[in-house]
């Protein structure tokens, strides 16, 4: 956009933008046009430019997106290029569609539980609701932070040695259950811990751990007696009983 860009620096691209490799150069320029942007976000998140798809899953496509609205703030306070660091304020939003037969409108019964329930919570081991909005069409948009770290399973199956040092297992086990004593305080049952559910705030050396995914989570009853979670760890659960 005639807008030179300092050697290192970077710029989120956006729609229509062009991009030129010299501010002479009248033969090679790049239009920029973006294929992956669903048009209802347009307005429900008018602040945030979506990247593209990281996931998708039964219950809709999980989004990476940035908030374009915070890094114009950062620019305009502290002076510095919102670029030149090369840093960004990530997010990952998920999108649940219409729905349209019974198995759709249970996955929509399904998310519209879990966000009740991160709604009532706030912790440094939970993963946290930044907002959500459904608009008149029947779509449901969560935005959560995102988790450079990806989930626990990831992590231990791409050590070299496919296991966590005892070390290291003692340092995310005690955060698992500090994220665990407060749900129970609040009392609110996970129902589906395992590995794939736990997420890591970066990739390196101790990171921070945030309990996530409450599509099975439930506020306590007295007189609540069900099984669901994994099918794996409902098998083992049963020949515990049997035992």
């Known amino acids: 956009n005639d807008d030179k860009l300092e050697n290192g620096e970077k710029r989120i691209l956006k729609q229509d933008d062009l991009i030129k490799l010299s501010l002479n150069c009248a033969f090679f320029r790049i239009r920029y046009m973006i294929t992956t942007f669903p048009k209802l976000l347009s307005n429900s998140f008018s602040n945030y430019f979506i990247a593209g798809v990281i ?29 030149g660091n090369g840093k960004f304020n990530k997010f990952a939003l998920k999108i649940v569609g219409k729905t349209f037969n019974e198995m759709s409108r249970r996955n929509n019964d399904k998310i519209m539980g879990e966000v009740k329930i991160m709604q009532d919570m706030t912790h ?3 993963l946290k609701l930044i907002s959500y909005h459904q608009s008149p069409d029947g779509y449901l948009s969560i935005l959560v932070p995102f988790m450079n770290g990806g989930d626990l399973l990831h992590r231990i199956l791409n050590n070299d040695k496919k296991r966590l040092s005892e070390f290291e297992s003692k340092y995310f ?5 500090l994220g665990l004593a407060y749900m129970h305080k609040n009392e609110i049952a996970h129902r ?20 996530s995914d409450f599509g099975l989570s439930k506020k306590l009853e007295f007189d609540q007696n069900t099984f669901c979670g994994t099918v794996v760890s409902i098998l083992m659960i049963l020949t515990l009983h049997e035992i």
């Open 124 to 126: 440094t081991h939970v």
């Open 192 to 211: 589906d811990i395992k590995c794939e559910n736990i997420l890591l705030t970066h990739g390196g050396e101790w990171p921070l751990l945030k309990i």
């Open 173 to 177: 086990f005690l955060q698992l259950l």
């Open 55 to 83: 996931g998708r899953g039964a219950c809709g496509d999980v989004y990476m997106c940035y908030n374009i609205e915070n890094e114009k703030l950062k620019k305009e306070s502290d002076g510095l290029k919102q670029e």
